[in-house]
């Protein structure tokens, strides 16, 4: 499933964030600010008719992300490996 499919304040875990190109640095920014496989997320608020942003929580810190970075997250409704219970 990926983190824009995951309905408002559901919770999931991160699984891995997709690299577009070899040396993608969108990618790499998700994965700096902690968009890592087994870190808590939740999608807090989304714009009105599927528009961008989406307000995005990964452990205590809120993020907006337009739509097409949140695609590129891959999330489980399930604790992943490594994700604190």
Do not use: C, Y
């Not at 920014?29 to 999608?43: C, K, Q």
């Not at 942003?53 to 891959?74: D, K, N």
């Amino acid at each position: 499933m990926r983190l824009t499919d995951l309905p408002k304040n559901a919770s999931a875990w991160v699984e891995d964030v997709e690299d577009v190109s070899a040396h993608d640095p969108i990618a790499q920014r998700l994965r700096d600010l902690g968009f890592v496989s087994g870190e808590p997320v939740r999608v807090v608020a989304r714009a009105p008719w599927g528009a961008d942003p989406l307000l995005v929580q990964i452990g205590s810190t809120r993020f907006a992300l337009r739509r097409a970075e949140a695609q590129r997250v891959s999330v489980s409704l399930n604790a992943g490996t490594g994700a604190a219970a």
